[in-house]
C-alpha cells in the first residue's frame, strides 16, 4: 500500500545566478542568515512530520540545494534519518550545479546518506551554456560527474536542454555523444521551454531557435542515440540505465503520496494535492505552528474517485509501464497503437518515444 | 373616439442612422406624452438587440395628442417601420396603414439607397410624403443639397422641408404643424362591413397574440367575432383599444380611421399574418385588401446547437422566438456531421444574424450555423420542379434539365469615387450592369442585376470596405433564371461532411473551393494523424490541403511533483472538446464551420 511509505521532495530556493530560461521560484544571492533560518524552518517541519510511515525516497531540488550550504544539507539528511524508517535502498537525490559543489562538497553529502546525484548538465557546447545563462562549462560538469563518481555516488542522473538556440542539429548530436561518455547512468531530457517572463524570453527575437523539423530531429537523434547506449526510455522525458530508474519521480507518476517541505514546494499526501506559496518569508513564519500551515492544504480539496482514476491514466501514460485503460476508450486505444504511437495489449496502453511527443493528445483521446 | 378629421396616420422613413428613431422621441416628448425621465434613449426600438444595432426590426406604433396651433386636438398615430431591406413586405404594410410619411434625409449625408427605397414604396402607396431635413446642427450640414437631392432624384417639392435637428430638439413644433396641415386624415365610411389591415403582431403569454391593425371601414368592438381573410381563422375579439405609449389602452370599438390592436385568445401567431385583412364574421366585406403577400424566406441555413446535448434547449428557444416573428420558419433536420438541428428560413441575412444573435444572447447557446444558401429552383428531366434550399438535397446533376437561381435587382449608392471599385465587386459576383445614374457630381445611383447567392456570403461586407462604408444597398427579389450550377463537396479524411457542401456556380467552384480548403486546413487543428481535406464535385477532387499530424503536444515537466499544470491543461481539453464535433475519427472545432461562411477573395 502506498499509505505504508512517503517521499519527501525538499524545494531550495536558492541559486548562485537565476538561468535565463528559468521560470521556477528560486531567488539569487540569498543571505547566510536567510538561508540558516530557512533551514531551521526545514528542520522543524521535519520534525512534524508523523514517524508512522516509512520514507522510501528523498530528493533535494531547486533552486540549487548546494547553496542552502552543503552542512545544512547533511543536517537535513541526518535529521531525516534519526526520525524516520527509511525503506531499505532509499534514494536519496541531490541536484546539484556543476559550479557549485567541489569533490570535498560531494563526499560531504555521500557520507551524509546521499545516493543519486542529478547533475544541471544542460549542454556539451560552452558556447550554448554561456547564451543561456549557465555559470559552467561542459568540462565543469564532466569534472563534477567524475568526482562524484570518486565520491562513491554510484547513480548519476544529469539534467539536458535540447532545441536551444544557435545550435545546429549536428553540433546537438555530437554534444550528446559527449554527455554519454561520461557515462552516467540516467539523463532527463527536455526541449527548451520559453516561459514569458524570463530574461530569455525577452531576447527571444535575437535568437535564433530551431523550427519544428530540426526539434523533431533532435528529440530523434536523443532517442537514437541513448537506446545505442543501453538506455530505457522509461517516462516521458527520462532515460535509465536498467535499474537505474527514479524510484522518486516513478513515485510521483503512480500516485504514491510525497510531501513537499519549503517553500513553492508541492505536495500530494494525506488524500490533497496542495503546496506552499513562493514566499520564503511567509514559509519560515508559517513553519513553527504546524506541518500543514505554511501550505493551502485547508483550502485543497481532497481528490475525489473520478479525478484519482483521471490521473491514474494521465500519470500512467507519462511511463512506459503505461496505464490499464477502460474498457470504453479500447477502441481509441487500438487506434493509437495502430498510429504507431505505442502498444496495446491485455487493456494496458503503453506510448513510445513518438507517442511520449504527443502525450497531451492521447491522453485528451483517452480521457474525454 | 377621435373623429376622423381629427386623426393623423403616419409612418417616419429614413436610411438608418438617419435619425428616425430620436425624431420619434422628440415627436412622443414633445407633445407629452413622454416626460424626458421616461425616455428611455430610444422607446420604440424596444429591444435590446435592434437599440444597438441602430435599426427598428419589427414595427411598433403609438398614438399621441397635439394640441395644433389652428386650436384642434388631433390623434397621431406614428406607425414605425423596419429599417432594412430584409423586411421589405412589412414596411409595405406598415405604411399601407398610414395616409403620409415623414421622409428623413440626413443634411449630411444626402440621400441613402433606402430613402430612395422607401420613398417610392410611399410613393406606391400613394400616401403624402413630407420630407423634413434633419441634423442641421452638424458643421457639415448641407440642407439646400439634400433637398436639391429630394426634388431632383425624388421628384417631390421639398423647398418648404422643415430643417431640424431631431437630436438637439430644434424645429419639432414644425414638423407636427405639417404632419397635421399635410399629410391629409383617414378616408373610411365606419357604416360599412369591417376591413382592417393587420400591420404587426406580438406574442403575449397571458394575453396570447396582439394583433396591430388599422381599421380602413366599418367598426370593430369586443365581442364581435372575427375572421383573417387570407388565414380564414376566426376569433372572437377579448380585448381592444389604441396604442399609448408604453401600454395598451383599452377601449370598446375602434373605427373607420383609427389604428389600434385587439386579442382575441391567438393562441398562434402564423393565424395573424402580417397584410391579412380582418372582418367581422356576421358582415364581411366583399373581398380582403390588397397587397396580402405570405411572407417567404429567401436565405436557408442549418442551425446546430454546438453541444449536440443542447437540441432540445435550441427546440424551445426556437419555439419561443417564433411566437413573435412569423417570417421566420424552421424544421427538424439531422445531419450526419452535426446530429440534430433545424433548417431555419430568414427573410435575408440581417434576419439570420438577428435571430442567431438572440439565440446565443437570450438563450446562452452555442450555436454552428452551415453555410447560408438561396432556394434553387430545379427542373428535372422528368419535367417536376423541386426547391432545394438544403445543397445535402440537391439531386443527381444525370436527372436535372435546368438549374436555376434567384437574381435581384439591387441598387446600390456610392460617391462616384468608388464607381470603379464597386462596378468590379458586382462583376466578381456576376452581376449583370443595368444602368447608372448621377445622383449628382458626387453620387451615383447603380443598378445591377444580382444571383442572391453572391450577395448572401459578404456582399454587404465588401460593399462597405470597398466603399470606406460610404455606399449603401438595397435590393429586391426579380426573378429566377437558369445557371451553371454545382454542388460542392467537402471530404474530411475522405468522408463527405454534408454540413459543409454548399451549391455554387460552376465558374466560381475552383477558386471557392481551394479557399475553403485552405481555410478548413487553417481551422482545423492537428490531430495524432494527417488530415486531407478535399472539395469534389460529384466524385472528382478539385482541391486539395492536408492537415499534418500533429508533432509535439506534451507537457514534458512536471517538476518536483506538481501536476496541477497538467490537470489544467486537461480541464482545458474537456472545455475545448465541447466545442468539437467528432467527424468519423476528425475533430473540428466551431471556428471551422464558421471560417467557411466568410469568403473573402483575397
Given amino acids: 500500500m502506498t499509505n505504508n511509505s512517503v517521499s519527501f521532495y525538499f524545494h531550495i530556493p536558492f541559486c548562485a545566478k537565476k538561468c535565463d530560461y528559468c521560470a521556477f521560484f528560486s531567488l539569487a544571492k540569498q543571505s547566510e542568515e536567510l538561508k540558516q533560518r530557512y533551514f531551521e524552518a526545514l528542520l522543524r517541519q521535519i520534525d512534524f512530520f508523523p514517524t508512522d510511515r516509512k520514507v522510501k525516497t528523498v530528493y533535494f531540488g531547486g533552486g540549487t540545494p548546494p547553496l542552502l550550504g552543503v552542512h545544512r544539507l547533511c543536517k537535513l539528511i541526518e535529521a531525516i534519518n534519526g526520525r524516520f524508517v527509511l525503506s531499505d535502498e532509499c534514494e536519496i537525490t541531490v541536484e546539484v550545479n556543476p559550479g557549485t559543489v567541489d569533490f570535498d562538497a560531494l563526499c560531504k553529502l555521500r557520507s551524509a546518506g546521499a545516493n543519486r546525484l542529478s547533475i544541471g548538465v544542460q549542454s556539451a557546447n560552452d558556447r550554448v551554456l554561456m547564451s543561456i545563462g549557465r555559470i559552467h562549462t561542459f568540462e565543469q560538469a564532466r569534472e563534477c560527474i567524475e568526482n562524484a563518481r570518486k565520491a562513491g555516488f554510484e547513480n548519476i542522473s544529469a539534467d539536458l536542454i535540447f532545441a536551444l538556440p544557435s545550435q545546429s542539429d549536428e553540433e546537438f548530436a555530437k554534444g550528446l555523444e559527449m554527455i554519454m561518455s561520461t557515462e552516467i547512468d540516467h539523463l532527463s531530457i527536455y526541449s527548451l521551454q520559453l516561459e514569458e517572463g524570463t530574461p530569455l524570453f525577452a531576447r527571444k527575437n535575437e ?70 506559496p513562493n514566499d520564503v518569508e511567509a514559509y519560515i513564519q508559517n513553519s513553527r505552528t504546524s506541518l500543514l500551515a505554511p501550505t493551502d492544504f485547508d483550502d485543497a480539496p481532497f481528490v475525489s474517485e473520478t479525478e484519482a482514476e483521471e490521473e491514474r491514466i494521465m500519470l500512467g501514460l507519462r511511463t512506459a509501464d503505461g496505464a490499464i485503460i477502460p474498457e470504453a476508450s479500447f477502441d481509441n486505444a487500438k487506434r493509437i497503437a495502430a498510429l504507431g504511437y505505442g502498444s496495446f495489449e491485455n487493456g494496458v496502453l503503453r506510448l513510445n518515444g513518438k507517442g511520449f511527443r504527443v502525450s497531451n493528445s492521447i491522453i485528451a483521446n483517452i480521457l474525454i | 373616439m377621435a373623429e376622423i378629421e381629427k386623426i393623423r396616420n403616419f409612418s417616419i422613413i429614413a436610411h438608418i442612422d438617419h435619425g428616425k428613431s430620436t425624431l420619434a422621441d422628440r415627436l412622443l416628448e414633445y407633445t407629452g406624452a413622454v416626460d424626458k425621465r421616461e425616455l428611455d434613449e430610444q422607446m420604440l426600438d424596444n429591444m435590446e438587440l435592434e437599440r444597438e444595432r441602430g435599426i427598428t426590426i419589427k ?52 440621400i441613402q439607397a433606402q430613402t430612395l427605397a422607401n420613398a417610392y414604396l410611399a410613393v406606391d402607396h400613394d400616401l403624402e410624403i413630407l420630407p423634413v431635413i434633419n441634423k442641421i446642427d452638424l458643421p457639415s450640414a448641407d440642407p439646400e443639397m439634400a433637398k436639391r437631392e429630394i426634388e431632383d432624384i425624388i421628384g417631390i417639392p421639398a423647398e418648404d422641408a422643415p430643417c431640424i435637428s431631431a437630436k438637439m430638439g430644434i424645429g419639432i413644433k414644425d414638423v407636427l404643424e405639417r404632419i397635421v396641415k399635410d399629410i391629409p386624415a383617414p378616408k373610411g ?51 381592444l383599444g389604441t396604442l399609448s405609449t408604453f401600454a395598451l389602452d383599452k377601449k370598446e370599438k375602434l373605427e373607420a380611421g383609427e389604428v389600434g390592436y385587439f386579442t382575441a385568445s391567438i393562441k398562434n401567431i402564423a393565424d395573424t399574418d402580417v397584410g391579412d385583412t380582418v372582418t367581422l364574421v356576421d358582415n364581411p366585406c366583399e373581398k380582403p385588401l390588397p397587397g396580402f403577400k405570405k411572407s417567404q424566406p429567401m436565405v436557408y441555413a442549418g442551425i446546430y446547437p454546438a453541444d449536440g446535448s443542447k437540441y432540445g434547449d435550441l427546440k424551445d428557444a426556437l419555439d419561443k422566438l417564433r411566437l413573435n416573428d412569423s417570417s421566420f420558419t424552421y424544421e427538424l433536420e439531422t445531419s450526419v456531421a452535426l446530429g440534430f438541428g433545424f433548417r431555419c428560413g430568414f427573410l435575408g441575412l440581417l434576419h439570420m444574424e438577428i435571430i442567431e444573435e438572440r ?244
Fill in chain 2, 189 to 239: 365610411d365606419k357604416s360599412k362591413p369591417l376591413e382592417a389591415l393587420i400591420f404587426d403582431s406580438y406574442y403575449d403569454p397571458y394575453k396570447g397574440v396582439v394583433v396591430y391593425i388599422r381599421v380602413k371601414n366599418g367598426s370593430v368592438s369586443v365581442g364581435d367575432r372575427v375572421r383573417m381573410m387570407h388565414t380564414g381563422a376566426e376569433f372572437e375579439i377579448v380585448e
Fill in chain 2, 59 to 110: 414595427a411598433r406604433a403609438v398614438r399621441f395628442n397635439y394640441k395644433a396651433d389652428d386650436g384642434n386636438e388631433y390623434a397621431l398615430n406614428l406607425i414605425d417601420t423596419p429599417g432594412h431591406v430584409d423586411f421589405g413586405y412589412e414596411v409595405s404594410r406598415s405604411l399601407a396603414a398610414c395616409e403620409g410619411a415623414v421622409l428623413i434625409v440626413d443634411s449630411t449625408q444626402g
Fill in chain 2, 359 to 602: 439565440l446565443e444572447r437570450e438563450f446562452m447557446l452555442d450555436l454552428i450555423t452551415t453555410a447560408p444558401s438561396v432556394i434553387y429552383e430545379i427542373h428535372k428531366t422528368n419535367g417536376e420542379t423541386v426547391y432545394i434550399d438544403n445543397p445535402t438535397n440537391y439531386p443527381d446533376p444525370a436527372t436535372i434539365e435546368t438549374a436555376c437561381e434567384p437574381f435581384v435587382k439591387a441598387t446600390v449608392i456610392t460617391p462616384t469615387e468608388y464607381v470603379g471599385t464597386i462596378m468590379q465587386l458586382c462583376n466578381d459576383r456576376r452581376g449583370e450592369y443595368v444602368d447608372m445614374k448621377y445622383i449628382d457630381t458626387n453620387r451615383a445611383e447603380l443598378h445591377y442585376l444580382l444571383p442572391l447567392n453572391e450577395i448572401i456570403y459578404d456582399f454587404f461586407d465588401s460593399l462597405k470596405s470597398k466603399s470606406k462604408g460610404y455606399a449603401s444597398l438595397d435590393y429586391e427579389f426579380k426573378d429566377y433564371r437558369p445557371s451553371k450550377l454545382s454542388k460542392l463537396d467537402i471530404l474530411l479524411n475522405g468522408d463527405v461532411v454534408d454540413a459543409l457542401s454548399f451549391i455554387v456556380h460552376s465558374d466560381r467552384a475552383y477558386p471557392r473551393a481551394r479557399r475553403i480548403c485552405e481555410k478548413l486546413k487553417d481551422n482545423i487543428p492537428r490531430q495524432l494523424f494527417e488530415i486531407p481535406v478535399q472539395a469534389a464535385i460529384g466524385g472528382k477532387i478539385i482541391a486539395r490541403e492536408t492537415v499534418k499530424a500533429m508533432r509535439k503536444d506534451v507537457l514534458a515537466k512536471c517538476y518536483g511533483g506538481d501536476i496541477t499544470r497538467k490537470k489544467k491543461l486537461l480541464e482545458k481539453q474537456k472545455e475545448g472538446k465541447k466545442r468539437m464535433r467528432t467527424l468519423g475519427t476528425v475533430e473540428v472545432p466551431q471556428e471551422a464551420f464558421m471560417a467557411v461562411l466568410k469568403y473573402d477573395d483575397e
Fill in chain 1, 207 to 276: 535568437l535564433c531557435f530551431p523550427d519544428e523539423d530540426s526539434e523533431e530531429r533532435q528529440y530523434d537523434t536523443i532517442c537514437a542515440t541513448l537506446a545505442a547506449n543501453g538506455f530505457e526510455h522509461y517516462e516521458v522525458s527520462s532515460f535509465a540505465k536498467p535499474n537505474y530508474r527514479s524510484k522518486h519521480n516513478l513515485n510521483y507518476w503512480s500516485r504514491g503520496e510525497y510531501f513537499g517541505f519549503g517553500a513553492g514546494a508541492h505536495s500530494y499526501c494525506f488524500g490533497k494535492r496542495f503546496c506552499a
